[in-house]
């Protein structure tokens, strides 16, 4: 394959295999999802192999713009230097005719580069820059633009035409009649109106105390009768258990066996109320009347894409801000109002039941 000068917004000639690098988060990866169906659209033929994390790679079950997924565990599997070389071989060995690097970061580059495929895209602001084909030098300011959006742009340098924003995240029916069944299990009565409160988090910064979790599930519980599932992940039990102690109102607490579990669990949930996380995308993606809290983190580029989603926040003179040295202890999450919470929910619950 002979390689060219292209101008950006030309479709690469000959593109039978792309490699798509995001072994990043659940958000990032679900949020590429439009880019990759533009990619899609523009190259047709091709066979859309995407190398993601061990705990990721099974949200693209069911994604009719992804052929393959190749797992990457840096941590586990390919943790040593020796596993890690055999696996670059072998991607080496695929012959990939381009590859994306949508995960901003050295590694995916030099991924790229080592892959030997003749197109190689990616962003600027990072290290083996140099050895990409096709650049994007933009760069964003907080508050700007979503991710989606960003990555829409990066593909649009050898992509045309225009997609839809919606997240991709397709569910089979017998995860969703398991999840059903589950429910019933776990004494969630047929009807009744299902709250999932998830309150994890990536970080401490981004978590809303439980104290305040409790009080909010409490009032809903209150004023519309609901039930009320506390989802949380295997190092997150304390969360939910501290909620259900704080509580004065009865929650059932649960802990997903997968990353498919907790989507099908939500699909069934009337309302989602959950911190800025990978469910918070799990969620958007499945079009779940979803409540996001926010503290530090860039609400434009990461509040859920979907219409369904409200985010709520404590706007602070100290934002846009470096979150992980906050100087007066995130007071934009930890002492953000349970009333400003309670009101968004309340108008989601009420608009949800006309």
């Not at 790229?112 to 084909?133: D, E, M, N, V, W």
């Not at 669990?265 to 499945?286: F, R």
């Not at 934002?319 to 007066?328: E, L, R, T, V």
Request: glycine letters at 6%.
């Amino acid at each position: 394959m002979a390689h060219r000068d292209l101008k950006n917004g030309e479709i690469l000639p000959d593109i039978e295999k792309i490699l798509i690098i995001r072994a990043d988060g659940i958000g990032d990866l679900l949020n590429s999802t439009p880019a990759i169906r533009l990619l899609r659209q523009n190259y047709p033929s091709a066979e859309i192999t995407v190398l993601a994390r061990p705990l990721n790679a099974p949200m693209l079950i069911g994604n009719p713009d992804v052929d393959r997924v190749i797992v990457f565990d840096r941590q586990g599997e390919h943790r040593k230097l020796s596993e890690q070389l055999q696996f670059y071989h072998s991607l080496r060995r695929e012959q990939f005719h381009l590859v994306v690097a949508m995960q901003t970061a050295t590694w995916p580059h030099f991924i790229a580069f080592l892959s030997g495929a003749p197109y190689r895209l990616g962003r600027h602001q990072k290290r083996f820059k140099s050895t990409l084909t096709h650049t994007w030098h933009g760069k964003y300011q907080k508050g700007e633009t979503h991710e989606v959006d960003r990555n829409l742009e990066l593909v649009r340098l050898i992509c045309q035409g225009e997609v839809s924003r919606q997240l991709v995240l397709n569910l089979l029916p017998d995860e969703i009649a398991n999840a059903k069944a589950l429910l019933t299990s776990l004494s969630v009565e047929d009807g009744a109106f299902l709250i999932g409160i998830h309150p994890g988090g990536s970080s401490y910064d981004k978590r809303w105390p439980e104290k305040q979790f409790a009080e909010l599930a409490d009032r809903l519980v209150d004023h519309y009768n609901t039930s009320i599932l506390l989802l949380h992940g295997p190092d997150e039990a304390e969360l939910t258990h501290n909620i259900q102690e704080a509580m004065q109102s009865d929650a059932i607490a649960y802990a997903p066996k997968t990353i498919r579990e907790l989507s099908a669990l939500l699909s069934h949930c009337d309302l989602v109320v959950c911190n800025d996380s990978g469910p918070m995308h799990l969620a958007a993606a499945l079009d779940v009347p979803t409540v996001a809290i926010f503290g530090p983190t860039d609400h434009v580029a990461w509040r859920p894409m979907s219409e369904n989603a409200s985010v709520v926040r404590r706007d602070m003179p100290c934002w846009p801000c470096s979150a992980h040295k906050c100087k007066i202890g995130w007071e934009c999450t930890k002492k953000l109002p349970v009333e400003m919470v309670w009101n968004t929910t309340a108008m989601t619950v009420e608009a949800s039941r006309k």
